[in-house]
């Protein structure tokens, strides 16, 4: 049943995406003249890289900034600090007519299979408008390139002008995608692409996600809660806590020798399919809840919840380094 | 052998809408003993919703209407209990607890009096001070820590995963035999949801309580349950104890999920087998077996005649299937 | 076997096409006739009511506007209420048409020989037949300076119907505009809507309306008296009223839509507009504000109820139109004096006020019921 496709296989080239520092705060406006009283830190310095054709899976719980770090790399959300250089551009000193052109090259698939399609638009129209924003082609030509669209994410393409409320969760994500693919772009974010659709469907939308990749030599930052799902379409990982990267890592390493505690406690959460396991299995249980991001903890924003924390990670904030090969923490004490 | 606690005979739920008859819940009988967890597991559209409300007699009617069958609850049919006594029933003998906390709090009382109210509703002669011991006990028995001061917070004062904890201490405030929670962790995040489940399962094992739990996880129903329900279009497809429908499913359905969903226990590289197709519309007349269309063993039978829960012949293992696995 | 035969455009949209495990490459491949593709029956969805008419292969799908217009050509109600805005708009238009032709002539002591022209003007006095009853001659009797009370109605009625437009096409047009502006950008022309907003709402909306009719009405008169049609016969003061009206409808107006704006903004199809390129003005345009319309149009539509009323009041109390125009609140004035000798003079023109009203309030509730439905569960 299981077909072994062989990783090695994909092309993983040289970095496209170079990510430093980036932070996005949001103010909070309060007080009689709307002076800003405090700020959201909902990304609070983020480094890292994504290469060529490589997926890099974006976890963390509610809260943590994970969509907003997507966004904020498209640069859909202004950063309030950092820089991120795509294939060479430095997209944060880009003018805003500077960086619709380079949406040709960076898309996004969208979370809310109702709400990422305007219903008043037919779904070929909704795949149009990039293209009729880039004007690749006239009428005629546009049609034709949406049908192949459509055809390429498993729809029959004589649907393309029906509304969005004619179709099912998981086709709506489909139109999605090919609206995501329609200028060729060589970079998608999916932001929490399959978390809304039900679990049979979820893998049909993987099993095409991966598909285009291998055909169309993609690049994904896959944005999730799911561990298992990001897991299994993701090589790298990067798991990240109130606006921090907490770690990043191989997939398999990640999994396999956590080294953060956060990291730890989150695998030792996810329930898998097996009652065996599952009875045996060591839980390790966070107390408390997360903290807010107007108000983020001191030094390591992990400490109050960490079993390990010592009086240095409540002052000192821990770098991501390289711990093992390829393998990155921010931790005092990791493994 | 302990009487059942639970017995759903034949329940049909349907939903009549302009648009047609929605069967919601189409023949669907199970048993539930007292302190044992069952999972009902489908997805969405499936019945398993409508399946607990159909038990708790909260079916929005209209346009929803339980048309027959009966549903024996320590040994009496609450089908036919009029409403006053079913108020009755709610909260003491079963309670529910939903997906969604914030929407089943009433956000302009402090928590303490929203359990209070529970136990006074229902224990006749209460004080109110006994009844605000008792909701601060609750609170300390779902670990809100500083349950006294807390007491007096207002659902907005507390976060997601503690509400679901408040929702649990409400729910159990009265001591009820049987609990359904439907999709109680599905909106909480992973760290949170394990803290909730682990609650639950220590309250069950502590008071006997039994415990229907429905979600579409099924990591959760193997670490939580003791037998399971797979529904499917209205149906029980599938009922076993819960090793047995890991390691030998026998419904094609079963199958079919279990082989779709992503495991981090697996390596990766293995391809995912998604299940072909769309669930049936239910408002359609369907004819033969509902998982007919997308069921790569489907023969001519499949389509003709509707299979019934059938033992497959291992364990109390039961499939609604002509040619299981 | 010969169905697959055929071509593909008459077999494919017959068949929804089914989401296989195969991969998009191989997808191409199914999609040719002959390929066992399998018949799956429709997706049956939450948030889709089950049941909704699946459109037959091939056809064009309704659009959203269709689907709810149909749902309020279902609306028994709103569909009355319709009928009766249109019958009185009719009448208002093309009822003195042909009431001035029906009826004989007539020896007027004071005025010589008249036919109905003259005689079912409503401007027209016949001194000596004041305050009369229903008859043949005058259908629904006189006023008290021996007008044609049918005539005067249908006036009138024309009268509310015009203001009711003029101010709704202002309402909507700096409502929407400003609204949406201010709801996307936000910024300057946010805080400008709000205090401009304060400042209107500190006035309440009716004293407004006196006040501007009570300073600048008799200058109005001049100046908009030379305007053909509505110029004449004391009707100027129809464009002040029109004015003042609107004035203090429109921040209502634009404060909705800037709340629908807002929310509109933060959706994702919004988002995926900025993603593929799409500028701001288009998403304005093409994204925004058709999905505002169907809020707007039920707004509005309940908005011409007040509107309505405000005139009446206006004339109510003589600051509208002016004697010798006519309007329905004028009408109520004027028949106070004769509730005991000739009733109807006063129950007419607040009948028809009151069904007008009515009529568009239930066919604004219609409305919202077809643009936006609630879901039953």
Same mark, same amino acid.
């Given at each position: ?7 090695s296989?994909k092309?993983i080239?040289?970095t496209l995406?170079?990510?430093k520092?980036l932070?996005?705060?949001?103010p909070?406006k309060?007080?009689l003249?709307?002076r800003?009283?405090?700020?959201v830190?909902?990304?609070?310095g983020v480094d ?5 054709g490589e997926?890099?899976?974006l976890v963390g719980?509610s809260g943590?900034?994970?969509s907003t +770090?997507?966004?904020?790399?498209l640069?859909?959300?202004k950063p309030t600090a950092g820089?991120?250089n ?8 880009l003018?805003?007519?500077g960086?619709r052109?380079m ?8 979370q809310d ?8 638009y037919t779904v070929?129209?909704s795949i ?6 880039f004007?690749?082609g006239?009428a005629r030509?546009?049609e034709e390139?949406?049908k192949?669209l459509?055809q +390429?994410?498993?729809l029959n393409p004589?649907?393309f ?6 179709f099912s969760?998981?086709q ?19 932001d929490?692409?399959?978390?809304a659709?039900d679990v049979?469907i979820q893998a ?5 996600m991966?598909?285009?990749?291998g055909?169309?030599?993609l +690049?994904y930052?896959?944005?999730?809660h799911?561990?298992?799902?990001v897991k299994?379409i ?5 798991v990240m806590?109130?606006?921090h990267?907490m770690?990043l890592?191989d997939?398999?390493?990640m999994y396999e020798l ?5 990291t730890q406690?989150l695998l030792?959460?996810i ?8 009875a045996?299995?060591?839980r390790?249980i966070l107390?408390g809840d997360v903290?807010?991001p ?11 919840r ?7 990670c409540?002052e000192?904030?821990?770098p991501?380094?390289e711990?093992q090969?390829n393998?990155?923490a921010?931790?005092h004490f990791?493994? | 052998m302990?009487?059942n606690?639970?017995e759903v005979?034949n ?5 009549f809408?302009r648009?047609?008859?929605?069967k919601?819940v189409?023949d669907v009988?199970?048993v ?6 069952l999972g009902v597991?489908?997805?969405s ?6 399946t ?7 079916v929005t ?5 339980i048309?027959?069958g009966?549903i024996?609850?320590s040994?009496?049919n609450i ?9 009755d ?7 529910m607890?939903f ?9 302009v009382?402090n ?13 006749k002669?209460i004080?109110s001070?006994?009844?605000w011991?008792?909701?601060v006990?609750m609170?300390d028995?779902v670990?809100?820590p500083?349950?006294?001061r ?10 997601g995963g503690m509400r679901?904890?408040?929702m649990?201490?409400i729910?159990?405030a009265c001591? @009820?035999q049987l609990?359904?929670a439907d ?6 995040d992973v ?5 909730v489940?682990e609650l639950m399962n220590g309250l069950?094992?502590?008071f006997g309580t039994?415990v229907?739990?429905i ?8 670490g ?9 279009a ?12 890991f390691?030998?499913?026998?419904h094609?359905?079963t199958v079919?999920?279990l082989?779709s969903?992503?495991r981090?226990d697996?390596t990766?590289?293995e391809k995912l ?6 669930p049936?519309?239910?408002s359609?007349?369907?004819i033969?077996? @509902?998982?007919a @269309?997308?069921?790569p063993?489907v ?5 003709e005649e509707?299979p ?7 364990g109390n293992q039961l ?5 299981p696995? | 076997m010969?169905?697959k035969?055929?071509?593909?455009e008459?077999?494919?949209p017959?068949?929804m096409f089914?989401e296989?495990?195969?991969t998009?490459l191989?997808?191409?491949?199914l ?12 997706p ?6 089950p049941?909704?008419?699946?459109v037959?292969?091939g056809?064009k799908?309704p659009?959203p506007?269709?689907?709810s217009?149909?749902r309020l /050509?279902?609306d028994?109600r709103a569909?009355?209420s319709?009928g009766v ?12 048409l042909?009431?001035t032709?029906i009826g004989g002539?007539y020896?007027?002591?004071?005025n010589?020989?008249?036919g109905?022209g003259?005689?079912?003007n ?5 001194l000596?037949?004041q305050?009369?009853?229903f008859?043949?001659?005058?259908w629904?009797g006189t ?6 009370l ?12 015009t203001v009711?437009l003029l101010?709704?096409?202002?309402d909507v047009s700096?409502g ?20 401009v ?5 500190a006035f ?5 309306a006196?006040?501007?009719?009570g300073?600048?009405g008799t200058?109005?008169?001049v ?5 053909p ?5 004391g ?10 009206l609107?004035?203090?409808?429109w921040p209502?107006?634009?404060?909705f839509?800037?709340?629908q704006?807002?929310q509109?903004k933060e959706q994702?199809?919004?988002e995926?507009?900025?993603?593929s390129?799409?500028s701001?003005t /288009?998403i304005i345009?093409r994204h925004?504000i058709p999905?505002l319309f169907s ?7 309940l908005n011409?109820?007040?509107?309505i009323?405000?005139e009446?009041?206006?004339s109510l109390?003589?600051?509208?139109v002016?004697p010798p ?6 009408m109520?004035?004027?028949g106070?004096?004769?509730?005991t000798s000739?009733?109807?003079e ?5 009948l028809?006020?009151t ?8 066919l604004g509730?219609?409305l919202n ?6 879901s039953k569960d």
């Open positions: 049943m299981a077909q072994e496709i062989a990783t296989a092309e080239g040289t995406i170079d990510i520092g932070k996005v705060h949001f909070i309060g007080g003249l709307g800003t009283v405090a700020r830190k909902a990304v609070d890292m890289f994504v290469r060529r997926t890099l899976g719980e943590c900034g994970k +770090t997507g966004r904020a790399i640069q859909l959300i820089s991120v795509f294939n060479g551009v430095e997209l944060t000193t003018s805003s007519s960086i052109k949406r040709s090259e960076m898309q996004m698939v969208f299979p109702f709400g990422s399609l305007d219903p008043r070929g129209q149009s408008e990039p293209l009729q924003n004007q690749r006239n030509g546009i390139q949406v192949d459509l +390429t994410v498993g004589y649907y002008n029906r509304f969005p409320h004619e969760g998981g709506r994500q489909r139109i999605g995608i090919a609206r995501a693919l329609a200028l060729h772009p060589s970079f998608i974010v999916a929490e692409p399959v978390s659709l049979s049909q939308v993987l099993n095409l991966q598909d285009l990749q055909k169309f030599g +690049t930052i896959f944005v999730a799911n561990l298992s799902v299994h993701s090589d790298r990982v990067a806590y109130l606006g990267i770690e890592a997939s398999e390493d956590p080294l953060h505690p956060y406690a030792s959460a329930p898998v399919p097996d009652p065996d396991i599952e045996k299995r060591q390790i107390e903290p807010s107007v108000n983020p903890p001191s030094g390591c924003v992990f400490h109050p960490c079993w390990k924390a010592q009086a240095i409540r000192v904030i821990p991501l380094e711990k090969s393998h990155y921010a931790c990791p493994g | 302990a009487e606690l639970l005979n329940l049909k739920t349907y939903f809408t648009g047609g008859v929605v919601a189409d009988s199970f539930m003993k007292p302190g044992q967890t597991v489908g997805e559209g499936c019945g398993k919703s409508v607990a409300l159909s038990v708790m007699r909260l009617s209209p346009p929803g209407k048309i027959g009966e024996v609850l040994g009496e089908l036919e209990k009029g409403k006053d006594e079913m108020t029933i709610r909260g003491s003998k079963m309670s607890i997906q969604d906390p914030m929407s089943s709090l009433n956000p009382f928590i303490g009096f929203q359990i209070a109210e529970t136990v006074k509703r229902h224990r002669g004080s001070d006994q009844a011991k008792r909701a006990e609170l028995l670990r809100i500083d349950a006294k807390r007491a007096k917070n207002f659902p907005h004062e507390f976060s679901q904890r408040v649990i201490a729910a159990l001591n @009820p609990l359904i999709e109680p962790t599905t909106a909480l760290t949170i949801q394990a803290q489940l069950s094992k502590e039994a229907m739990l979600t579409h996880d099924l990591g959760v129903v193997a939580t349950c003791q037998y399971v329900n797979v529904m499917y209205g149906h029980i497809v599938e009922s076993a104890p819960v090793k047995q429908i390691e030998s499913p026998a094609p359905y079919g999920l082989g969903i992503p981090m697996r990766r590289g087998t998604p299940i072909s197709g769309q049936p519309d239910l359609k007349e369907i033969g077996c @509902p998982y @269309p997308r069921c063993r023969q001519a039978r499949c389509r509707r019934t829960l059938q033992p497959v012949g291992r499939a609604a299937c002509f040619y696995y | 010969d169905t035969d055929k071509n593909p008459i077999f494919s017959g068949v089914p296989t495990s195969a998009p191989e997808a191409a491949e999609m040719k006739p002959g390929n066992g593709m399998l018949e799956v029956i429709p049956s969805e939450p948030g889709i009511e049941g909704e008419e699946k037959a292969p056809q799908s659009t506007l269709q689907e217009l149909r /050509r279902r028994k569909m009355a319709l805005i249109i019958f009185f708009i009719l009448l208002a238009i093309f009822g003195p042909i009431y032709h002539t020896q007027s002591p004071i010589g020989t008249i109905p003259v005689y079912h409503p401007f027209h006095q016949e000596l037949n305050d009369q009853s008859s043949a001659m005058y629904l006023d008290d300076l021996g007008r044609d049918l005539a005067r109605l249908m006036q009138g009625i024309l009268i509310s119907l009711a101010v709704e096409i202002v700096l929407v505009m400003i609204g949406v502006l201010a709801g996307y950008y936000g910024g300057w022309i946010d805080q400008l809507l709000a205090r907003t304060d400042i209107i709402f309440p909306g009716l004293l407004f006196i006040m501007l009719t300073i600048f200058q109005a008169d100046a908009f008296a030379p305007i049609l509505i110029g004449a016969n009707d100027a003061r129809l464009i002040l009223v029109s004015l003042a609107a004035i203090t409808v209502l107006m634009a404060r839509v800037r709340g704006t807002l509109l994702q199809f919004v995926a507009a900025r993603t390129g799409t701001n /288009r345009l925004i999905n809020i707007v149009i039920v707004a509005s539509t011409i109820s007040n509107t009323i405000g009446a009041g206006l109390l003589g600051l509208g002016q125009g006519s309007s329905i609140g004028l109520i004035a004027q106070e004096n004769t509730i000739f009733p109807w006063i129950i007419l023109p607040t028809v006020l069904i007008i009203v009515l009529s568009f309030s239930f509730d219609g019921d077809a643009f936006n439905p609630r």
